[in-house]
């Protein structure tokens, strides 16, 4: 079973600072896909970025951007120039296949960013 | 048209109510699945659909009963209710078959039961 780990239940930031959110994972798979998803105060639940675990190349998306360790299993997510609008819980998922053509994600337990103006 | 659309918005319910949260997408996806969120914690996976069939029933209450009638319409029907069971049911959709597919999700339905 896939388990994933954020060690950061609360992060506060600056405007226009530069943050990380941390998240570590265990799996015996060998090709997989993680992401990162934010949900706002409104509650819509919308993918950040996310990375292929064949890719050595970091994931980039604007001012987002991810440190994938594959060896080490963990997975930060970059903030950079933080804004307002980028106050949010957010959740490190992991995909695995669940059969029947089905994939379901796995979640951590989030981290709740607050950027303070 | 990248959006999930769920309604109702709020719904508050007896315990002895039948009620049913109704969610719709219309990007194609044929893999719609309902999650159960409560208050700072992250989804919980209920149900998955899978070309209209059920291929995912993580051990939920038979008090939660899925529907998907085509493949741009996925049903909740609720009855006999706990209390426990008031949460934030979210609603989601992808491509099925590829694990890069990111998965939509719409705004949820906010359940309060009585």
């Known amino acids: 079973a896939q388990t994933v780990t954020q060690s950061q239940p609360e992060m506060s930031v600056q405007e226009a600072e530069t943050v990380t959110l941390s998240c570590t994972y265990d799996?015996?798979?060998?090709?997989?896909?993680l992401f990162w998803y934010k949900q706002p105060p409104s509650r819509q639940m919308i993918l950040v970025i996310r990375?292929?675990?064949?890719?050595?190349q970091n994931a980039t998306e604007n001012r987002f951007s991810v440190n994938f360790q594959k060896a080490a299993k963990s997975f930060s997510l970059k903030i950079s120039d933080s804004q307002l609008g980028d106050t949010a819980m957010y959740f490190c998922a992991f995909i695995s296949y669940s059969g029947a053509g089905s994939y379901q994600l796995t979640f951590g337990k989030g981290t709740k960013l607050s950027v303070i103006p | 048209d990248t959006e999930v659309t769920q309604t109702p918005k709020h719904l508050v319910m007896g315990m002895t109510n039948k009620k049913s949260l109704k969610c719709e997408q219309h990007m194609g996806h044929r893999a719609m699945y309902w999650y159960k969120q409560k208050a700072k914690k992250p989804p919980e996976l209920m149900f998955v659909?899978?070309?209209?069939?059920?291929?995912i029933n993580e051990s939920v209450p038979s008090r939660f009963s899925p529907e998907c009638p085509n493949s741009s319409l996925l049903n909740l029907h609720l009855h006999a209710l706990q209390p426990e069971d008031s949460a934030l049911y979210l609603c989601a959709s992808s491509q099925p078959g590829q694990f890069s597919y990111e998965q939509y999700f719409g705004p949820g339905t906010r359940l309060t039961v009585t």
């Open positions: 799996t015996s798979e060998s090709n997989y896909y």
């Open positions: 990375q292929e675990a064949y890719k050595q």
């Open positions: 659909y899978s070309y209209e069939k059920l291929s």
